[in-house]
Structures are given as C-alpha cells and as structure tokens.
C-alpha cells in the first residue's frame, strides 16, 4: 500500500477533559508520527496541535477517525503520496 506523507491538524475544544484521551490515541499511533507541534490556548480553553505524518492510508484513516471520534476533537489532514525519488540517467 502507498504511503503518504501529510500534516494532521487538530482542536481540542475542552483541553481539560479531551487532551489524555488525545494523548492516548497519538501514543497508539506514534510509529507513523515523525513530528508534533502542541499549542495550549489556555484564555481559550483548548489546545492546537499538528502532526507530521508519514503511513499508509488506512492507518492514517484509522488515526484520524479515532481523534474525530473523541467528543469535542476537530481533526483535518493534508496528505499527498509519497512517490520514488527519480535518479538521474
């Protein structure tokens, strides 16, 4: 299956009671995460991540359909395929 490489945005709307299970669902899932910018916005009270991502399809589906699931968890991807650097001839 092709990877893609892309970046993961996310909102967690009530950073108190969302952001464990957040954390749980990313550690499950860490093997495909190559970077994580995390911003609490606590006047706010909600926290931005984003993550940069390189796997195959299903499981970055499988990851974003986990955190969507996640009461009060926006999640938005940008992905493109990863295709094979050409070598010169």
């Known amino acids: 299956m092709e990877n893609r490489v892309g970046v993961i945005g996310i909102i967690i709307t009530d950073r108190e009671k969302q952001a464990h299970l957040v954390n749980e669902v990313l550690a499950d899932f860490g093997e495909i995460i190559v ?8 006047e706010k009270n909600i926290s ?4 940069i991502v390189d ?3 299903d499981t970055l589906g499988a990851l974003t359909g986990r955190l969507g699931s996640i009461p009060g968890v926006k ?3 940008a992905l493109i395929p990863t295709e094979p650097r050409r070598t010169s001839e």
Do not use: K
């Not at 970077?35 to 606590?42: A, D, E, F, T, V």
């Not at 931005?48 to 993550?51: A, H």
């Open 35 to 42: 970077g994580r910018m995390g911003i609490p916005y606590r």
């Open 55 to 57: 796997g195959d399809t």
């Open 48 to 51: 931005v991540l984003s993550l």
């Open 75 to 77: 999640v938005r991807s």
